[in-house]
């Protein structure tokens, strides 16, 4: 084999990945595991896993459901009434969808819970969803991301919960794709953060009162 075709080789070798991770139409994963320690400076007040999320709600007598794909670990991070949020940056002036996968329940409006959950995105608000939607059809929300949504090539995604104490929204992941439609499965993503799974809960949800 020549010089010629053994160069011409090599640089097929590496163009075809390099244009298989840029054709790729899934931007950002944050995977919310429990060891994503950084998302306590964005607000989010305490991860559970899925048996400690199931034991608070048979406190308020309902079924949580499970994990969704494609990205299943079945550990999710709550949301505070004071604002969680989480940060996409180096964007492109094209359109995006924002894939929110929110912890759901069986019969949410059966509850005593009296919650609401708003989405802004650069301080406009794109969704807002009650507790008592909280059920398996809204498991995971799209949110179509425009060109107004995006400031110096970076979009601010809020959560804002009112509610009288701010955790009855939890969010198993969030994912930023090009597409509206994600991969059947995700690989589970390593976490963000080289800090240890917390051993304490931030924050201990809210019980009903007795």
């Known amino acids: 084999m020549n010089i010629k075709k053994v160069c011409l080789m090599l640089a097929i070798f590496l163009i075809i990945p390099a244009k298989a991770q840029e054709l790729s139409p899934i931007i950002k994963i944050y995977p919310f595991a429990a060891a994503d320690a950084y998302l306590i400076k964005w607000q989010w007040i305490t991860s559970l896993d899925y048996k400690k ?32 949020q989480l ?92 597409e509206d439609i994600l991969p059947e499965n995700i690989a589970e993503s390593k976490s963000q953060t080289k800090e240890k799974p917390l051993k304490q809960l931030t924050q201990p949800l809210v019980k009903p009162k007795k």
């Open 53 to 84: 999320i199931s034991d608070w709600a048979k406190t308020y007598h309902c079924t949580v459901n499970n994990d969704d794909a494609p990205l299943i670990d079945n550990t999710a991070w709550f949301v505070s009434k004071y604002g969680s």
């Open 87 to 178: 940060v996409f940056e180096n964007l492109d002036d094209v359109k995006y969808f924002l894939h929110i996968n929110f912890v759901t329940f069986d019969n949410p409006d059966k509850t005593t819970i009296d919650a609401l959950c708003f989405i802004n995105c650069n301080n406009m608000i794109v969704k807002k969803l009650s507790f008592k939607e909280m059920t398996g059809k809204n498991s995971r929300i799209i949110i179509e991301i425009g060109r107004e949504y995006i400031v110096n090539k970076t979009l601010n995604v809020e959560f804002k919960e009112y509610s009288s104490a701010g955790g009855f929204f939890g969010v198993w992941d969030v994912i930023l794709s090009k």
